[in-house]
Nanobody
Framework: QVQLVESGGGLVQAGGSLRLSCAVS????????LDWYRQAPGKQRELVAT???????NYADSVKGRFTISRDNVKNTVYLQMNSLKPEDTASYCC???????????WGKGTLVTVSS
């Protein structure tokens, strides 16, 4: 059974940093692409960052230069380092994996990040 469990959210002042973690189980972690999404209250879910099995990364324009996605293939964990946080980064952040075999999406429950001004 695939499980994605996020942690590391919290309340931080603008300009501060947080590191989110997503512990993954139930799949062959090292060969899969994983993503971080976020959803702010009243807004649509947004793709924040992606990391491939080879370590290539992509970011939303809104977080480029401030956020870094990384992975640890020994710990089966993907991270999102968030620096220079802004109030508009306030959202629930979720880990995501899409199974290539049939396109089924798997989501974690999310971790809440609140950035105060």
């Amino acid at each position: 059974q695939v499980q994605l469990v996020e942690s590391g959210g919290g309340l931080v002042q603008a300009g501060g940093s947080l590191r989110l973690s997503c512990a993954v189980s139930g799949l062959i972690f090292s060969v899969n692409t994983l993503d971080w999404y976020r959803q702010a209250p009243g807004k649509q879910r947004e793709l924040v960052a992606t990391i491939t099995s080879g370590g290539s990364t992509n970011y939303a324009d809104s977080v480029k230069g401030r956020f870094t996605i990384s992975r640890d293939n020994v710990k089966n964990t993907v991270y999102l380092q968030m620096n220079s946080l802004k109030p508009e980064d306030t959202a629930s952040y979720c880990c995501h994996w899409k199974r290539r075999l049939d396109g089924v999406n798997y989501w974690g429950k999310g971790t809440l990040v609140t950035v105060s001004s």
